[in-house]
C-alpha cells in the first residue's frame, strides 16, 4: 500500500511526482511503456520557447529529461508499465500494470490528450520539424512564413487568427465547404485579409525529408489533386482526451474529460485527483499542466493529512 501513484508522466505527472516526493510521500509514478511515448507530448516537440527559465529556450525531450532528474532526485520511483485497469475504491485504489497490482490511498491522474492526427506515414516523422499540433506553442517560429492549417473547428479559426500574428499567409484546408465553428468565429477568421480558405479538400500526404516543404491535397467533390508549397502545416482536428481506463468510473464530460471540483484536482471519487491536459481542454500548455500537477500533489498531500 502507498501514499501516492501517479499514472501519467508528462508534465503534470512529474510535477506532482516533485511536489509528493519532496513532501516525503515516496510516490510511485507509472509512465507508459512503449508504444506509449514516456514524456508526453513534449517528446514530439524540437523547440520550446516559452517555458519559464529557459532564455535560450530549450529542446522538448531535454526538458522533460530534466523533469524527470529532478524529481528523481528526490526519490521519485519511475515505473514503464502499461496500466490495463484502474480500480477506484476510497482507501485503497488499485493500479493494474504488465501483470501485477499496486495499491494506494491516493492517486493522481496525468494521462493527458492526444491531438488528433490526420494519419499520413508522413505525418509523425514530420512533427516538429514544420508539422506542429499546437499554434500557440510554434506560432512565432513562422514570422513572414506561410503556413497551412487544416480544420473547421473553433480551435481551427483560434488558430488561424493567432497564425496571422506571425505569418504571412494561412491557408485553412477543410474536409467540407461548411465550417463547423460558431458564426462569431468563422466571421472573424473571414474577415482577415491574411487567411484564405480551400474547401472541400483533404491533405493527403506530406512533402519534405527533415523539414516539411509542401502538402499533397484532393478535392474530395472534383478529385482534382495538387501541392501547396508552404513552410508550416497545422493540425487542428481535436484532442482526444486519454480516460477510457476510467470511463464509468469517474465523473467525465460530454467529450470524456475528467471532471474536477472547483478550483481544486479533486475527481468524483474521494482521493483520486486530476491534472493536465486530461483535464484542460482550455490552455493544453506544459506550464499550466506541471502548474496542475504541482495543485495535484498538494491536494493529494491534504487529503492523506485528513485520513
Ligand atoms: P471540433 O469542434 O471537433 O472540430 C474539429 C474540426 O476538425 C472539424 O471541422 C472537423 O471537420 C475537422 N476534422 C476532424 N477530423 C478530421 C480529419 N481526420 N481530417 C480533416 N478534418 C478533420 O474540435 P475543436 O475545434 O478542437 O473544438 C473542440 C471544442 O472546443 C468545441 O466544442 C469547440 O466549440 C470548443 N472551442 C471553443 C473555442 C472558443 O469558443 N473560443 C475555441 C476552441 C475550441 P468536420 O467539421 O467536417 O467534422
Redesign the pocket.
Given at each position: 500500500m502507498r501514499d501516492v501513484i501517479i499514472i501519467g508522466s508528462g508534465p503534470a505527472g512529474l510535477a506532482a511526482g516533485l511536489y509528493t516526493a519532496r513532501a516525503n510521500l515516496e510516490p510511485l509514478l507509472v509512465e507508459g511503456a512503449p508504444p506509449e511515448v514516456p514524456g508526453g507530448q513534449l517528446m514530439l516537440t524540437t523547440d520550446v520557447e516559452n517555458f519559464p527559465g529557459f532564455p535560450e529556450g530549450i529542446q522538448g525531450p531535454e526538458l522533460m529529461e530534466r523533469m524527470r532528474q529532478q524529481a528523481e532526485r528526490f526519490g521519485l520511483e519511475i515505473r514503464p508499465a502499461t496500466v490495463s485497469e484502474v480500480t477506484f475504491a476510497p482507501g485503497a485504489h488499485g493500479v493494474a500494470a504488465d501483470g501485477r497490482t499496486w495499491e494506494a490511498r491516493a492517486l493522481i491522474l496525468a494521462t493527458g490528450a492526444r491531438a488528433?492526427l490526420?494519419?499520413l506515414d508522413s505525418e509523425r516523422r514530420l512533427l516538429g520539424r514544420g508539422v506542429s499540433t499546437c499554434a500557440t506553442c510554434d506560432g512565432a517560429f513562422y514570422r513572414g512564413k506561410h503556413v497551412v492549417l487544416?480544420?473547421?473547428?473553433?480551435?481551427?479559426?483560434?488558430e488561424a487568427g493567432f497564425l496571422t500574428r506571425f505569418a504571412a499567409q494561412v491557408t485553412v484546408v477543410?474536409?467540407?465547404a461548411?465550417?463547423?465553428?460558431?458564426k462569431i468565429?468563422q466571421d472573424r477568421a473571414r474577415a482577415n485579409p491574411k487567411i484564405a480558405f480551400v474547401w472541400d479538400t483533404?491533405?493527403t500526404d506530406l512533402r519534405g525529408e527533415d523539414r516539411l516543404s509542401a502538402v499533397a491535397w484532393r478535392n474530395v467533390k472534383s478529385g482534382a489533386e495538387g501541392e501547396i508549397a508552404c513552410d508550416g502545416l497545422f493540425i487542428?482536428?481535436?484532442?482526444d482526451p486519454q480516460t477510457t481506463l476510467f470511463r464509468g468510473q469517474l465523473a467525465l464530460d460530454p467529450?470524456g474529460y475528467l471532471i474536477v471540483e472547483g478550483d481544486s484536482t479533486r475527481t468524483s471519487v474521494a482521493g483520486v485527483f486530476a491534472a493536465g491536459d486530461v483535464v484542460d481542454?482550455t490552455y493544453r500548455q506544459a506550464i499550466t499542466a506541471a502548474g496542475m500537477g504541482c495543485k495535484a500533489a498538494i491536494d493529494a498531500e491534504r487529503y492523506l493529512e485528513s485520513l
Open positions: 488528433r490526420l494519419g487544416v480544420g473547421g473547428g473553433d480551435s481551427a479559426m483560434e477543410h474536409r467540407r461548411e465550417l463547423r465553428a460558431s468565429m483533404v491533405i487542428a482536428i481535436g484532442h467529450e481542454r
